[in-house]
């Protein structure tokens, strides 16, 4: 199976700051890389997928990139909602698909 | 409005059974592919199973191979996870969601509904 390694495993930041969120793959996945945003108690929404694609809704400060085994979630001018929990995704082939353990953004 | 709603969840002793459902509305079910996804507390997210839009392909994680059966009815825009020989580390919030299954994304998700494995 695919390992999805992120990093760092939290961030404290202030509002205003830029972001930047890592996320690994054992091996290349090609641009089969998806974000999830989670907030205590709630599911998971999605928000970027395919790399660099915003999901309907998203604002335009979340932004992917990366090609291969690495990819960044970059978050510009952070506001008070995306205090949150985000997940990496990969889509590649078939399943098993699988998650890394999560980035926590907390207050700073 | 698009929606997914669970529910099945419950405590249950370990190598007992449950049957989640979860029911779809607001947009062509049969559309997408579903999937169960499950986050056990304090823990990240993990892949349980999909099922094709016909029902005819289904995929698992190993760990609930044998164990777990995914099922849909599409005139009743449902999908149910049958859970079986459920073990201590099944203890989770399942949430259902629909699959982009050509790109691998996991689209929409419901609320999730809790299951915990304990004696």
């Known amino acids: 199976d695919i390992q999805m390694t992120q990093s760092p495993s939290s961030l404290s930041a202030s509002v205003g700051d830029r972001v930047t969120i890592s996320c690994r793959a054992s091996?290349?996945?090609?641009?089969?890389l998806n974000w999830y945003q989670q907030k205590p108690g709630k599911a998971p929404k999605l928000l970027i997928y395919?790399?660099?694609n915003l999901h309907s809704g998203v604002p335009s400060r979340f932004s992917g990139s990366g090609s291969g085994t690495d990819f960044t979630l970059t978050i510009n001018s952070l506001q008070p909602e995306d205090f949150a929990t985000y997940y990496c995704?990969?889509?590649?082939?078939?399943?098993?698909?699988?998650f890394g353990q999560g980035t926590k953004v907390e207050i700073k | 409005e698009e929606q997914l709603v669970e529910s099945g969840g419950g405590l249950v002793q370990p190598g007992g059974s449950l049957r989640l459902s979860c029911a779809a509305s607001?947009?062509?079910?049969?559309?997408?592919?579903m999937a169960w996804v499950r986050q056990a507390p304090g823990k990240g997210l993990e892949w349980v199973a999909n099922?094709?839009?016909?029902?005819?392909?289904?995929h698992y994680v190993d760990s609930v191979k044998g164990r777990f059966t995914i099922s849909r009815d599409n005139a009743k825009k449902s999908s149910d996870l049958q859970m079986n020989s459920l073990r201590a580390d099944d203890t989770a919030v399942y949430f259902c969601?629909?699959?982009?299954?050509?790109?691998?994304?996991?689209?929409?998700w419901g609320q999730g509904t809790l299951v915990i494995v304990s004696s």
């Open positions: 969601a629909t699959v982009n299954m050509v790109r691998g994304i996991i689209m929409m």
């Open positions: 099922i094709k839009q016909d029902g005819s392909e289904s």
């Open positions: 607001g947009f062509t079910f049969t559309t997408y592919w």
């Open positions: 395919t790399t660099s």
């Open positions: 091996q290349s996945i090609n641009n089969f």
């Open positions: 995704q990969q889509g590649h082939t078939s399943p098993p698909w699988t």
